[in-house]
């Protein structure tokens, strides 16, 4: 079943809270908003400026630290 728009932006504003806190969250939604952030030309052009080994290596060092455990992500 797919979630309500309400559900979602309660997750998105959960997970930010939890993460940020409420100030550094509210920060980040003013941010996006008054930049007309776009999340996709981001990135693009954030991984276009990586190279593949480098890449790689982040994505093994995230790993180790955040292990996949089979469940999924609770908010």
């Not at 990586?50 to 089979?70: C, L, M, N, Q, V």
């Amino acid at each position: 079943m797919e979630a309500s728009t309400v559900e979602i932006m309660n997750k998105g504003m959960k997970c930010l809270t939890d993460h940020m806190g409420i100030v550094e969250a509210e920060r980040f939604i003013s941010v996006i908003i008054r930049e007309r952030f776009d999340y996709t030309k981001w990135q693009r052009e954030y991984f276009d400026a990586k190279k593949p080994d480098e890449i790689s290596r982040e994505a093994s060092e995230f790993e180790k630290t955040h292990p996949y455990t089979g469940g999924a992500l609770k908010l």
